[in-house]
């Protein structure tokens, strides 16, 4: 089965005027479905709320995600948008979600980042005056296009959550990212299409990456789409990115294992990948298990709770950056 793939990379506001990212989304939908595009992904927090409560989009008469539950059901496609999702239990507490909305006009699936804890974003909030929670839940989402993993920005940079993804069986992992502050911008852009790369390599499967294009929000664009065995594409500009994905080949790599001629020698370049790097039935698990466990029960303690020491400290240098 061959599925059709849009990645949004769009002009993004903060504020008094982030009620623009929604008529701005609104229009990529179009873009994108009048390409044939099945799933629409848009970066973390996109079209939004993100920069505070939903009462802050006092412009728009709507939520947001009715705006776009309608949308999606009028175009038949699926969106994967996002938002700062208030915590109504813990006064001044949010969630950095993503849901995803079926062509049938429902949200389906509410993922909400489970690796938020970097000081980078509590300076991206209001100087840390709103304190992020993770999420508990790693989600694979059973779909009529495919099994979609669910991730959110730099969980691309933890190897065992894409992994986990995988051994749930995702085929495809939906991976939008936010911004980053000058400073590092330019090396983060390099390394996120390294890992996102490396991630649809040794798990087999398809990867989609997206960002804001706006310095002023610290996008890092250059959207990009990769699979295990080359990358479909990449955004350099504002726009909609736009790729087929062969799940039917996702399943032949994965079951090469079983190939009665596993053993000969590859005789093309589609055969290159009898090799299979970091495929599922050669795991070990047996001998993972400090994966699973608590730093504190590592070798590197020490050196990470010198880091965790300096923890407000890194925190206060990195909300004098501009975003």
């Not at 993993?149 to 691309?156: A, N």
């Not at 726009?239 to 020698?265: H, K, M, P, Q, T």
């Amino acid at each position: 089965m061959k599925v059709r793939i849009a990645a949004v990379q769009p002009l993004g506001f903060y504020g008094d005027e982030e009620y623009r990212n929604l008529e701005l989304a609104l229009k990529y939908i179009d873009v994108a479905s009048a390409q044939g595009a099945q799933l629409i992904c848009f970066p973390e927090g996109y079209p939004g709320p993100y920069s505070g409560p939903m009462d802050s989009l006092g412009k728009l008469s709507e939520h947001p995600f009715q705006v776009l539950c309608e949308k999606a059901k009028d175009k038949k496609v699926y969106l994967y948008a996002g938002c700062l999702e208030e915590n109504l239990e813990i006064p001044n507490t949010f969630y950095l979600c993503h849901k995803l909305i079926s062509p049938e006009g429902k949200v389906i699936a509410n993922y909400k980042r489970t690796h938020p804890t970097h000081p980078l974003l509590n300076a991206v909030f209001m100087g840390g005056r709103k304190h992020i929670l993770p999420g508990d839940e790693l989600l694979v989402i059973d779909t009529q296009i495919g099994k979609l993993g669910l991730c959110i920005c730099s969980e691309i940079w933890a190897p065992e959550v894409p992994r986990m993804l995988m051994l749930k069986g995702a085929q495809i992992i939906l991976a939008p990212g936010g911004g980053a502050p000058a400073p590092i911008r330019t090396r983060l852009r390099d390394n996120w299409h390294c890992l996102a790369r490396a991630r649809a390599i040794e798990n087999t499967l398809y990867v989609v990456m997206n960002q804001v294009y706006h310095e002023s929000m610290g996008g890092l664009g250059r959207t990009a789409m990769f699979g295990p065995e080359f990358q479909l594409g990449t955004l350099t500009s504002p726009g909609v990115l736009v790729a087929d994905f062969d799940l039917a080949r996702i399943d032949e790599i994965r079951n090469r294992y079983f190939d009665d001629e596993i053993n000969s020698v590859p005789n093309s370049e589609k055969d290159l990948f009898y090799n299979r790097p970091g495929q599922v039935y050669d795991r070990r698990p047996e001998l993972y298990g400090l994966l699973a466990q608590p730093i504190e029960q590592t070798f590197n303690y020490d050196y990470y709770k010198k880091d965790l020491e300096s923890y407000k400290q890194e925190y206060e240098r990195v909300k004098k950056f501009k975003f």
